[in-house]
Nanobody, 124 residues
């Protein structure tokens, strides 16, 4: 299993910056990718950014060029640097980890893990 704990959410003014952190523990060796999702009230969960073990990244169109996802120690910690924040960025941000367990006989077990979320509010 993998446990994820997010931190860094806060109230910031439009145009401000915020850095979110997600600390992974447990079977971190199995993590193949980590992502940040967000969910605003009465809206569906949205992928914000994703980074895999090769360092490849994917960003939502709405945050590209403003947000940056990065990892430290391969897969133990993932960050989301958020710049030029807008009120539309207000949401609960969730950390996600994709894990692949390599078993005998080339069998594989895949699993997804989620953190509890951290609130980001952008308002003046």
């Amino acid at each position: 299993q993998v446990q994820l704990v997010e931190s860094g959410g806060d109230l910031v003014q439009p145009g401000g910056s915020l850095r979110l952190s997600c600390a992974a523990s447990g079977s971190t060796y199995a993590i193949s990718a980590m992502s940040w999702y967000r969910q605003a009230p009465e809206k569906q969960r949205e992928l914000v950014a994703r980074i895999n073990n090769s360092g490849n990244t994917v960003y939502s169109h709405s945050v590209k060029d403003r947000f940056t996802i990065s990892r430290w120690n391969a897969n133990n910690t993932v960050y989301l640097q958020m710049n030029s924040l807008k009120p539309e960025d207000t949401a609960v941000y969730y950390c996600n980890a994709e894990a692949v367990y390599q078993l005998k006989g080339w069998d594989r077990r895949r699993a997804d893990y989620w953190g509890q979320g951290t609130q980001v509010t952008v308002a003046s």
